[in-house]
């Protein structure tokens, strides 16, 4: 379970990042955050997963406050920025960097993964392409098991078979642990009956938090058309040409 009251963050030149985010997921959820470049989902994620200080009233990582519990136990937390990493750009064998995280430890996990990912133990990360360091990166982060995940557009160098056997490996540990998954992605192909929640962020606000049958239901009523001609692209469309027209409004004002 995922919650959070009043959460509000600021950058260090006083833009807002966060602004009185209320948030309430259930274990077992798996919620997209759908939103412009800007608009916060980074900066969310980075925050439930304890790595930016925030002010709250109430923030809840499957039981754990991230603030005061340094490293939560359960709490997984994959972003773009570890590819770029000098330290893994070295002459390292992918073998012991997965060892390094338990891959010897859970040997079904880690051995699926590789399978799922595509992923050779063989590999040397100094040779690796910035997409196998991805895999890679994804292999070490899922091997160990988590009870909540937060995902900032990893997938972005997948391709379509990958990232496809990912996504269904996901739902497969929603559904068999009750853990959750929080994943922010501008790719919504491939993702029809994956989600159980969407998230909305514009601005620094949770503008929509809701059970994904709830948003298209409404998106449908507004289009006048049946819920289930409504897509999660279009639903992302309706939200992101709604949130250019308000900044484009603030701007004149």
């Known amino acids: 379970m995922i919650v959070t009251k009043n959460l509000n ?3 260090p030149n006083s833009t807002v990042g966060i602004e009185n985010a209320n948030i309430n997921l259930p274990s077992g959820s798996r919620t997209l955050l ?3 470049n800007g608009a916060g989902k980074s900066t969310i994620l980075r925050v439930l997963a304890g790595k930016t200080l925030a002010k ?3 923030i809840s990582v499957d039981g754990f406050d991230p603030f005061k519990d340094c490293t939560p136990p359960g709490i997984t937390y994959l972003g773009t920025e570890w590819a770029r990493n000098p330290v893994v750009r070295g002459d390292m064998p992918v073998a012991d960097l997965i060892d390094s995280v338990g891959g010897s430890y859970w040997t079904d996990r880690r051995d699926e993964l590789l399978d799922i990912l595509d992923v050779d133990l063989a590999w040397s990360m100094l040779k690796a392409s ?3 360091r991805r895999r890679v990166q994804m292999v070490m ?3 160990k098991p988590w009870s909540v995940l937060l995902l900032d557009e990893v997938t972005v160098d997948l391709d379509v078979l990958v990232r496809a056997k990912l996504l269904a490996y996901l739902l497969k540990e929603t559904e068999l642990r009750n853990a959750s998954v929080v994943y922010a992605t501008h790719i919504f192909d491939g993702l029809t009956g994956w989600p159980t929640h969407v998230a909305h962020m514009a601005g ?3 503008d929509s938090l809701q059970p994904v049958e709830e948003a298209t239901q409404e998106l449908a009523l507004i289009d006048g058309i049946a819920p289930a001609q ?3 692209h279009s639903l992302a469309m309706h939200w992101l040409i709604k949130d250019r027209k308000q900044a484009r409004n603030i701007e004149y004002l």
Request: cysteine-free; overall charge negative.
């Open 56 to 58: 709250a009233e109430v």
């Open 9 to 11: 963050y600021s950058y």
């Open 130 to 132: 910035d997409g196998q």
């Open 141 to 143: 982060g899922l091997v």
């Open 34 to 36: 759908i939103g412009a």
């Open 230 to 232: 409504v897509s999660l």
């Open 204 to 206: 620094g606000r949770v």
